[in-house]
């Protein structure tokens, strides 16, 4: 009788993991939905249109007939189980689209026929290389009218590279697909399908030696022999089948589904995933093992956070067996959580399972201890293992938010939260410098989504503009500053004269106050009040209420009066001393410059640079990054960088991206300070 260890085993190596990414339109929601029903998971097709997909479930994608986030789900097809993720196609949801590769062993990037290779395709490929993934292509709506499918293998292959070969070839205009790895004869809308036959096997046995000799003793070697060198030529990149199919009509759907499970690897046979040990210098390369008898290694892909359901993590199990009420840590947490309930998705269905192995895709609900890329475990040896950081695009484009209602700050801050948990694009953060709550998203459509959700499923309204730029007011001269603040009102007056000299620092040097008065002119308790006022007008700015920077302060003369001078008087007179000062001091606004670096396609680079140039940029340098990609290096003006992603999204079709962080101030324009002085309205602080 097999044992229990056994049978866990041969139940691993019957489990296929894959992930389709690539372009929006492609067609990925609706052949995952073709997937479904060929295997019997489903009892119909569902319509994009009709908003009833398996995978497109959230009202959200309903209404905008688009997948916005990735959506798992799980068939079964030849004794052999297959996870399945759908993952959105829009850059804006990168953040959705790329944990997905953690969880699997293959990346199809699904191709519209259509419309040919898009730039998400290319990113998606680079992405999943990097991860060293097996990686295949599908080429979906085979059937569209007017498509050279000939023409498009010949560009797929031109980018990508001659190791994209065809498993199988359209045939009948589209209507079908003929398999041309086990099939060595017969006939396709290519033409016989003898020499791509040819052209796989020459591949696949290019990695093994011993398979060399024998097709080259014997002409052809039975693929059905070539399930090791095949996987070891998936894993190596070497080989990037092809797959042609029809979401509209169901062609190929069929023979993929074969593909997946006779050709794909299982999780014993691909790339092991980049785990680490430990932090920082001391981190070392670990390797999970596939092994269901060993302790448990599981790592937290996606978090979904529902207002009615609660948190939920989704997980794939690298090593060992979860089983329902065991004991997992989170991370390096020293408190275990209980599994209650283990599920396997089915888009918003959950089906409770009652253990998972390595190659499972699950999810446990209700732990509000779980988050986004936790690894989980149940041996203490294992708290400071974690996966290799995934490089997600920067979110740069910004949005400030505030509550409509008037003392909501906080709930939105908890809302925000709860949004930005499920998406590692997405970073709420309160900017001290303009006392503004900025949402940062990849693009305006990325927080357009964010701002509906907070709407619709949270009921909580907001009001959103641009962030404020953070400028800052400075002094360029040395100046002296005076006031006497006298006030009588039938009781005890007030009375203060502050004398001041003021200079400007080196930038980034701050602020410096010192005191140099003699003889008590000011008594020594008045000084802290004159320091008070002085800082009131660092705090709100003098010309364009901005907060004043690198600028040395130091009062050295005034008067008082025995009876009327008070603090207040004091701080009055020192501010209005300062004020008077700056006026004097040849003021300057500030202007945040930021260091810039984008990505582009060589095709671009004189159009982005240019583009640069004229929003006062300078460009510091370029540098290739390889596949015909090229970074820019500059330094730009934060201000001139609104809306940036749609201008650099126009000049490059979409394959530019771009991030920043803080250089230095700079001073602005005369023209610049002029409208910003203009547009400020001192406001009588008496």
């Known amino acids: 009788m097999p044992s229990r260890s056994n049978g866990l085993a ?46 497109d479930h959230d009202p959200l994608e309903r209404r905008m007939q688009h997948s916005l986030n990735a959506s798992v789900m799980h068939l079964t097809h030849a004794g052999t189980r297959i996870h399945l993720i759908d993952t959105p196609g829009g850059p804006d949801f990168l953040g959705q689209s790329l944990p997905a590769l953690e969880a699997v062993e293959t990346a199809a990037v699904v191709i519209n026929a259509a419309t040919g290779i898009e730039p998400m395709a290319v990113r998606m490929m680079e992405y999943a290389a990097s991860r060293h993934l097996a990686r295949m292509i599908i080429v979906n709506k085979i059937d569209s009218q007017g498509v050279s499918l000939a023409g498009l293998l010949a560009d797929i292959q031109a980018t990508f590279g001659r190791e994209c070969l065809p498993l199988n070839l359209p045939d009948g205009v589209g209507r079908q697909v003929v398999d041309c790895f086990f099939n060595r004869f017969g006939q396709s809308d290519f033409g ?30 039975d693929p059905a022999e070539l399930h090791a060198p095949l996987e070891q030529a998936l894993r190596e990149g070497h080989l990037i089948p092809v797959c042609f199919v029809s979401s509209r009509s169901g062609a190929g759907v069929a023979e993929l589904l074969d593909v997946i499970v006779k050709l794909l690897p299982d999780p014993t046979e691909a790339n092991p995933p980049d785990f680490i040990m430990g932090e920082g210098a001391e981190a070392k390369p670990m390797e999970a093992s596939p092994d269901p ?37 989170i991370g390096d947490g020293r408190k275990p959580f209980k599994v209650g309930h283990l599920f396997m998705l089915q888009g918003k269905d959950h089906v409770e399972v009652s253990h998972a192995v390595p190659g499972d895709i699950v999810a446990v609900a209700k732990v509000e201890e779980i988050h986004f890329d936790a690894v989980l475990h149940d041996a203490a040896e294992d708290a400071h293992v974690h996966l290799a950081p995934l490089p997600f695009p920067v979110p740069v484009h910004g949005l400030a938010v505030e509550p409509k209602r008037h003392g909501d700050e906080q709930r939105a801050w908890e809302i925000l939260g709860k ?62 500053g005076h006031h006497r603040h006298k006030k009588q009102t039938g009781g005890a007056g007030q009375f203060a004269e502050v004398f001041l000299r003021i200079e400007p620092l080196a930038r980034g040097a701050g602020f410096q106050f010192a005191d140099e008065v003699r003889g008590g002119a000011i008594p020594g308790q008045f000084i802290p009040a004159v320091e008070k006022g002085v800082r009131e007008v660092l705090a709100y700015g003098a010309i364009a209420g901005y907060p004043v920077v690198d600028v040395r302060v130091v009062v050295y003369d005034g008067k008082h009066h025995s009876v009327d001078s ?44 240019s583009d640069l140039s004229a929003r006062r940029g300078l460009v510091t340098g370029t540098s290739g990054l390889g596949g015909g990609t090229v970074a820019i290096g500059g330094q730009v003006p934060e201000a001139e960088l609104a809306s940036y992603q749609s201008r650099l999204n126009a000049m490059t079709s979409g394959q530019g991206r771009y991030t920043i962080a803080l250089s230095h101030y700079e001073a602005v324009p005369p023209a610049v300070q002029q409208t910003l002085v203009s547009q400020y309205r001192v406001h009588d602080e008496e």
């Open 419 to 480: 949004l930005a948990a499920e998406d590692p694009c997405l970073r709420i953060e309160h900017v001290a410098a303009t006392n503004e709550t900025v949402l940062y998203g990849l693009g305006e459509l990325h927080l357009r989504i964010v701002l509906e959700r907070l709407r619709e499923v949270y009921r909580f309204e907001v009001q959103t503009r641009p962030p404020r730029i953070a400028y800052r007011e400075t002094v360029s001269a040395p100046a002296e």
């Open 566 to 609: 008070k603090d207040i008087a004091f701080a009055t007179a020192g501010r209005k001393a300062f004020m008077a000062a700056i006026r004097e001091a040849r003021p300057v606004v500030l202007e945040p410059i930021v260091q810039v670096e984008i990505a582009v396609p060589e095709h671009a680079v004189g159009d982005v640079t």
């Open 192 to 221: 016989p399908v003898e020499a791509a036959h040819r052209a796989l096997v020459e591949q696949v046995v290019e990695v093994d030696a011993a398979f060399v000799d024998r097709y080259l003793e014997e002409g052809d070697v």
């Open 293 to 329: 008898s060993l302790h448990v290694l599981a790592h937290v892909f996606k978090v979904t956070v529902d207002p009615y359901v609660g948190k939920m993590g989704i997980f794939r199990v690298h090593q060992g067996t979860v089983t329902r009420d065991s004991q997992l840590y």
């Open 10 to 55: 041969a139940e691993m190596q019957a489990v296929r993991t894959l992930a389709l990414v690539g372009a929006a339109a492609a067609g990925k929601s609706s052949l995952a939905e073709n997937l479904l029903y060929k295997a019997g998971a489903i009892a119909a097709c569902g319509s994009i249109e009709r908003g009833s997909t398996v995978s």
